[in-house]
């Protein structure tokens, strides 16, 4: 059944108060639920239907005298009283046969929870709606150890502990933990001096992963207070680390639940870019305290209510801990990889949706990333001073409640006296803007001409303008900046921008910062590229040159066969050799469009992409580079020595992904011998993986492979890595093979989310081998796709969507998939999860 945003309507009771007592067994868990209600004000609807499944009733009662409600498969009804009163329900539930990993579930002998979106409801009988919020006061029963659950402990002792939480929230902030664990525990004292416990919860083995987590929970708590003003508000924030797990991590108020990938960390077995994001998860779970949890959602069309803002908030995050330039370029690659093609093809929806079947499907790339953009444009043409008082406004305003979209522009509005009626496009159109570009130079006045159009989405076929910020400066004939970063606003279907008193024809740099999520089409020269990437004054700006001018390179070797482009080698050689410059920043410069963000450029332009041909390019494109660095390339690895003990920092990661980038380069030539060096020295993570990764792109090291896995077995996140890399970096006629034989590896616990998408999703994202001609690598992915769907629907519909893309190729592969969707879908008792995927990837 498909549910519609323009359906709201309040549920009728309010939950005061809600009594939780659990009874943990691992087949037959009893959760014993009493609850005050009293009919909503706001409604005359009293129809009590509570949510309810994979639930045994054993025992409900209303104010005491036992009663028979009607019961579904989905929930039940029952007649009320039209006053206030106390519902009582026992149920008996089944953890220990939850492999789904929502509800309550066991992940090795260790009781957790996940219960957003809808998880709740697998726990007992609940108005499972983020708009009814209560307080809630748990008891659990069980021998483990250490029991947990929200808000601050109450009553312990042998075998139970209390727990009770004064902020009133939905029932997706539901957690519960208990297991044998320990803690790596630290406190904060917040601004006005509340003593807060602080604890990261591990398996006995663990310990050594957690400082780096702690540390990063305690700057994004004193970040919070310094730039948004918001303060923590429990005496503790707990935070869990389980190893089965759907997502990254789960904001639960007070008792935060993460992915063991997504905290755990150190040296000898994290690299650079996993610390980087686990500091990024720490801050953006915490805070959802502020923004997702004092104030909520009222229903799951507004997640980006949420998740956009939180999004936007550990970027800035980041960026302050960082490098602002480094992080903003690392998002739009994301955004690139991640959301356009989401915004571009089947799966195409607005950031806020209007319609969907399965919620868990739209905790997309769409509502978290664009969501974030969408933020950003709105902070951008506000301004930062009206921005801090908009969301000052927002938190004194609605504190406590659950909100709307429509909430959340009206504090800007007000704190403005704006009119954001069109801003609010961004948030019910989907599909990406596409921007054209015209110019005009007379009499010392340059214009502008900005066009813009949003090709059709899946149901809905015509667009209007948006507002879009478009961040400009001019450059002067000698590389100097004439006219600084303006933001135009371009409101209008095509509109014009004069800028005037120039004494030359200036170089435009256009979308500054990359200052709105659409895609800029303007045609210039390589000359003109090359003197951006020279001299931008605007650091994304400057990437975006370079990266630009790689990717028409690569367009003309695979279209016309062209030979690498001059002025991309020549303009590459001379940022990369410039060490005035942030290493982090010379890395990504070496970096190339995606062989997927090629196809999809290919596409759009109208021609039908080879992945071969695509692939083919990237590499002889790669060892051009390689020899036109040649010279360089030993002075990089020099500058980029560490010589200091490992540290996670900007700094430090900057030099290593250098140092990485120049061996891979440096593998082109040398056949491999400074990467098994390398690698026999490596003393942490980062180089031990840069080198191995090196060997085996090259078809070699084989041997640091197995010595790799000799090395790692104990540590499961680290053999998921050993697993992805073989998958990664196979040549494409080898993938799926390659992967085959891995499924068959006695590690591969395909069960375990993590290491089912260690696999598999190396797999969907290795263009080439992905779309090998014969699709063995389709077959593949559906045979397991079927195979995982009756135990895990959520992980299963996730990884349908490395089929989205699949109109954009030839006849031949369009068969090939359709056939893999169709068989899919042919499953008897298929998910609603997967069954709405690929129903959608299918188009109508
Ligand atoms: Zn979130």
Redesign the pocket.
Known sequence: ATIYLKDYAPFGFVADAVHLTFDLDPHRTRVSARIEFRPNPETSDRTFFLHGEKLRLIRAAIDGVEVEPDLTDTGLTCAVPDAPFVWEAEVEIDPGANTALEGLYLSNGMYCTQCEAEGFRKITYYPDRPDVMSTFTVRINGPHPVLLSNGNPGASGEGFAEWHDPWPKPAYLFALVAGDLVAHSDNFTTVSGREVDLNLWVRPGDEGKCAFGMEALKKSMRWDEEVYGREYDLDVFNIVAVDDFNMGAM?NKGLNIFNSAAVLASPETSTDDNFERIEAIIA?EYF?NWT?NRITCRDWFQLCL??GL?VFRDAQFTSDMRSAPVKRIRDVIELRARQFPEDQGPLSHPVRPESFQEINNFYTATVYEKGAEVIGMLKRLVGDRAYAEALDLYFARHDGQACTIEDWLKVFEDVTGRDLSQFKRWYSQAGTPRITVEEDWRDGTYTLTLSQTTPSTPDQADKLPQVIPVAVGLLGPNGDEVRPTQVLEFTRARQSFTFDGLAARPVPSILREFSAPVVLERETTAAERAFLLAHDTDPFNRWEAGRTLAEECLLAMITKGAAPDADYLNGLLAVVRDDTLDPAYRALMLGLPSQSELAATLHRCGVTPDPQAIWDATETLRQSTAQHLQDLLPRLRAETQVDQPFAPDAEQSGKRALGGAALALLTRLDGGAQATNDYGRADNMTLQLSALSCLLKAGKGQAELAAFYDQWQHDRLVIDKWFGLQVGLSAPENVAETARALTRHADFNWKNPNRFRALFGPLAMHHAGFHYSGGAAYEMLADWLIRLDPVNPQTTARMCSAFQTWRRYDADRQALIGAQLDRILAQSGLSRDTTEMLTRIKGA
């Open positions: 904001e953006h959802h997702g949420k998740e939180t």
